[in-house]
């Protein structure tokens, strides 16, 4: 009951911003990109549409800055983003944030989501019905986050966001560009390197390129 009315509040204020920006003959602010992300949470945070809502503690919807420009996208919720409904909290998030922060990336340059929002129990491999019903929830992220850069952790996110079968270690360390303009750079997920050093060098190597984008993009 709060939550919507807080939600009704800051429509309130967004049309009244609007409203003078109009009046002071200048455009319309863009759409608020936070309020749009929280309405949507709202929409689907009781979610039924696969099985995997019967053995989820937490809905996992995703985090960070709504006006990034940088997004990456996991697989799904392991045990402790399931537990806390965060993502990127456990071991493999740990590896991911850590390198992210080495490379000089501010946590306000990104936001964090999975194709998934739901843990498949056991940290089985998401199964192509799941990625059928969930995947529409990513592509409404992005499409509100509208990022220049998507980065995509692993073979899942990478080959339904790519639409292609190739397999990641082909993929990874490649550039590409979206229909849209936004550019994708694939890697290795961060759990498939914790126990590989070689995939862990391969997986820096490929952050680093996601960094080097953002610099060229900033420095614009
Ligand atoms: S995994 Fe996605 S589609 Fe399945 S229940 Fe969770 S939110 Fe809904």
Redesign the pocket.
Known sequence: MEKTFYLEYLEIIRDFKNYLEKRMGRKPSANNKALLLEKFYEE?KN???????RT?TN?VFGEGNPEAILMFVGE?PGKEEDLQGRPFVGAAGKLLRETIKNLGIPEDKFYIANI???RPPGNRNPRPE?IA??LP?LKKQIQIINPKIICTLGKFSTQNLLNTTRGITYLRGQKFTLPNNTILLPTLHPAACIYKPYWREQFIMDLKMVKEEIDKITKT
Do not use: G, M
């Open positions: 689907i979610c039924q549409k696969c099985s995997l809502y989820r809905l799904a998934l929002k739901c799941e019903r969930c929830y």
